[in-house]
């Protein structure tokens, strides 16, 4: 069984910084594709950051970029999200999703990362005050 579990998510000021961690079990994590999504209240889900697990490239959506910062540690079966200088407009449930076909040659990161992915958690509040 697939499973996606986040952490991380709390209530920070405008110009914190927190950092998201999300674990996979239940697949092969080299070969997947692992994004972050958010959702705030009242809007649509929106890709935040996803990266390919097996060459290390990663998408972001403009209004992150500079800011937020995706990586991982594949022996820990883990992608992080940092994320500084955060704003208000960051807040959201953030959560991860993963394409476990992420290896495969047709697999276009940043398509997904618009698009949405296969599986995913069930999320973590990120919340900024201004």
């Known amino acids: 069984e697939v499973q996606l579990v986040e952490s991380g998510g709390d209530l920070v000021q405008a110009g914190g910084s927190l950092r998201l961690s999300c674990t996979g079990s239940?697949?092969?994590?080299?070969?997947?594709?692992i994004g972050w999504f958010r959702q705030a209240p009242g809007k649509g889900r929106e890709g935040v950051s996803c990266?390919?697990?097996?060459?290390?490239?990663?998408h972001y959506v403009d209004s992150v970029k500079g800011r937020f910062t995706i990586s991982s540690d594949n022996a820990k079966n883990s992608v992080y999200l940092q994320m500084n200088s955060l704003k208000p407009e960051d807040t959201a449930v953030y959560f991860c999703a993963a394409d476990l076909w992420g290896r495969a040659s047709d697999h276009a990161l940043g398509f997904r990362c618009n698009f949405g992915m296969d599986y995913r958690g069930k999320g973590t509040l990120v919340a900024v005050s201004s």
């Open positions: 239940g697949f092969t994590f080299d070969d997947a594709a």
């Open positions: 990266l390919r697990i097996s060459d290390g490239s990663t």
